[in-house]
Structures are given as C-alpha cells and as structure tokens.
C-alpha cells in the first residue's frame, strides 16, 4: 500500500478520534447536567432570591444571582469594548502593519489571555485594598473586564485583519480622514464578527467563579448597588455543590444547568445574527 495513503488514513483516524473526545465531552457534560439539575429546577428557582437557610434546603431561589451574573457580565463587557475597540482600531488603522509597536501589544494581549483567572481576581483585589473599596459589584465589574478585555480585543483584532485593504484605501482615496474610514467603512464591515468577539467575551465573564470570588462577594439579596456585594451563578454553584445535602446539591446542578443554558443561548444567538449580517459583507 502506497505509504502516504497509511499516512492519510492514521491522521483520519486520529481526527476522528478527537472530534468523538470533543462531542463526546459535550454530550457527557450537558447530559450530567440536564439528568441531575433537571428534575429540581421549578419556577420558583427562577424568580425567587434565597430564603433563611436555603443552602441547607430550605427554600427560595436564585434569581439574585442570575440578575447578578447579567448586571456583572454587561458592566465587564461594556468596560472592557470601552478598552479593546480604540486599542484594535489604532493597531490597525494608524500603524504599519509591521509596526513592532502593535506586534507588542498583540504580545502582551495574548500572554494576558493565557494568565489564569484567579490571578486577575487577586490582583482586583489588591487594588480594593489599596483603594480601600470592599467587596462589590463594581470590584467584580472591573475585575471581570480585565479577564475578558484580551480575549475582546484579540477577537476583533482577527476580525479586522481579514477587512480587505482596498476598502480601506479606496476610502482614502476619496478624501475620507482615518477616523471616519474606521467608522463608517470598517466598523460597518467588521460589525458581524466584532458582535461575535464581544458575545464570546460576555460568555467567559458570566461563568467565571475566581475573578468574582475575591472582589463581587456574594449576597441573598437582589443587586441595587455598585458598592455592594452581588451574588453571580458560578458562586451559587459552587456553594451549592460545597454542602452536605443532596437535595441542594441538586439545586446546584440546575443552577449549572441555567448557566449551560444562557451561554448556549448566547453561542447561538451570536451565530444566527452574524450569519444574517454577514450578508451585507463585501467579499
């Protein structure tokens, strides 16, 4: 048999493989979730916050923190967009596409995107020390947009990478400054793909536990206030699992399972307008 046709069946095969790890560690993963979180979640989960002792079975619900994890999640994205998309922007529009100048800060996004989020919620912590701020949902917000400001900013920045130049040019070309050509031609071009970047990055901040445990907190009421506590979902999971008791154990899982749901509903939603507005893209 011709050598290189074993080559090509062995990388099929080993292809195959992972694609069957990676679906196959989905499926278990929302499987777990669904067979155990399923039969407790009730409405009353939903739209009510915890009662006295509700993480040793009494009742009540978790809507503080579903409210909280939304509120948190579009504070972080909102500050962090405020961030990546001048920085994007500039990199791309202002300096030469071997400037050494953007290939640092490409550099530096990336390594700022590898540190673990413990590390960011410990240095949001040493700022609330060093500002004397306690914990609050304004701390989470700001520690929470520096975890999801690289993974922003290096999506967009892929995004704009692909805008064919001549666009850009011919912008240019008819007397148009950097400015407006960065508004109404690339950012119009581009918009699909930087809805996609900002939706990924709202999705990693609500479903982080570490950069919220030390600067968020956690509460039982409803978020009213910057400068207090605010309780988020992957907190009353990890609470929720932390017990004795089996039954809030479960509550723990279908806590899990809203989180899957709202993240899944935001990978999907994401899909479905970028390919409707991908539509009005020039190839």
């Known amino acids: 048999m011709d050598p290189h046709k074993i080559e090509e069946n062995i990388f099929k095969v080993l292809m195959a493989f992972a694609v069957f790890v990676v679906v196959g560690s989905l499926v ?104 004397g701020w306690q914990a609050s949902l304004l701390g989470g917000i700001i520690a929470v947009s520096f975890l999801i400001l690289p993974i922003m900013a290096r999506g967009i920045d892929e995004v704009l990478k692909m805008i064919p130049a001549e666009l850009r040019e011919a912008s240019l070309s008819l007397g148009a400054t950097r400015l407006e050509t960065a508004g109404k031609v690339i950012f119009k071009q581009a918009f699909p793909g930087i809805l996609t970047a900002i939706l990924m990055a709202f999705g990693r901040g609500i479903s982080d536990a570490a950069a919220v445990l030390f600067t968020a907190g956690f509460t039982d009421s409803l978020p009213h206030s910057l400068f207090k506590p605010v309780a988020t979902l992957p907190l009353a999971i990890f609470f929720q699992l932390g017990t004795p008791f089996p039954e809030v154990q479960s509550r723990g899982y279908a806590s899990a399972l809203i989180l899957t749901g709202i993240v899944l509903s935001l990978n999907i939603a994401t899909r479905l307008i970028t390919r409707r507005l991908s539509r009005h893209i020039v190839q």
């Open 28 to 131: 278990f993963i929302l499987a777990t979730i669904l067979i155990k979180g399923l039969p407790t979640l009730s409405w009353e989960m939903l739209t009510k916050t915890p009662q006295g002792g509700y993480y040793i079975g009494n009742g009540g619900g978790i809507l503080n923190a579903i409210l909280g994890s939304l509120i948190l999640g579009f504070g972080a994205t909102a500050l962090a967009g405020v961030i990546a998309l001048p920085v994007v922007f500039y990199l791309n529009l202002y300096l030469p596409k071997r400037s050494r100048f953007a290939l640092a800060v490409r550099f530096f996004l990336d390594v700022l995107w590898g540190i673990p989020s413990v590390v960011y919620g410990a240095f949001g912590f040493t700022l609330m020390i060093l500002f």
